[in-house]
């Protein structure tokens, strides 16, 4: 796969192709390292004094609600009068 160091504003950035990401087994978050080989190249490894990522899974509605009593409710607060642009 070919992709292109690109600017990002005062940073350089390379692309990576989120195939290849699967493919090595790097979430988003994952800590990396870039190697260089002495010969012109360059290797981005998995960073080894770096716990791995653990992405926050999203919670499903009922675990969010676990902890809801069964027939609670709130009571509407009043937060007072408009200010701005707002109605009701």
Do not use: C, Y
């Not at 809801?68 to 409710?73: D, K, N, T, V």
Request: hydrophobic share 35%.
């Amino acid at each position: 796969m070919t992709t292109r160091i690109v600017r990002v504003g005062n940073t350089l950035t390379v692309e990576i192709p989120e195939e290849l990401v699967a493919q090595a087994s790097l979430p988003v978050g994952e800590p990396v390292e870039w190697v260089a080989n002495g010969s012109g190249g360059i290797s981005l490894v998995k960073s080894s004094d770096s716990p791995p990522a653990n992405p926050r899974r999203r919670k499903t509605l009922d675990e969010l609600l676990e902890g809801i009593p069964e027939g609670a409710h709130m009571e509407e607060i009043d937060w007072g009068s408009p200010r701005g642009v707002e109605f009701w």
